[in-house]
């Protein structure tokens, strides 16, 4: 069974940075599109980014030109560093992936506060 682990997320004031990891096990085979989704209080679940196992990338209009995902096909691991990180930025980050059979799979979240 496939399993997302995520970690980074924590406390910050805006304008400061966090890098966010996910870690997929319990899988011999290379995930295939992996990414980042977030949900805010009361809101719904957006993507963020995501990157194929080729490198294209896809970002959401808010956060072009300050977040960045990459991913280590070796480890199936992805990450995301967010810079110049805004209050509107605060939400629950998830890391989600497609196995080879494009089933998807979730991480627990992780909490990311940006204070003004």
């Known amino acids: 069974q496939v399993q997302l682990v995520e970690s980074g997320g924590g406390f910050v004031q805006a304008g400061g940075s966090l890098r966010l990891s996910c870690a997929a096990s319990g899988t011999i085979y290379p995930m295939n599109t992996m990414g980042w989704y977030r949900q805010a209080p009361g809101k719904q679940r957006d993507l963020v980014a995501s990157i194929t196992r080729g490198g294209t990338t896809n970002y959401a209009d808010s956060v072009k030109g300050r977040f960045t995902i990459s991913r280590d096909n070796a480890k199936n691991t992805v990450f995301l560093q967010m810079n110049s990180l805004k209050p509107e930025d605060t939400a629950v980050y998830y890391c989600?992936?497609?196995?080879?059979?494009?089933?998807?799979?979730w991480g627990q979240g992780t909490q990311v506060t940006v204070s003004s």
């Open positions: 989600n992936a497609a196995n080879y059979r494009n089933q998807l799979y």
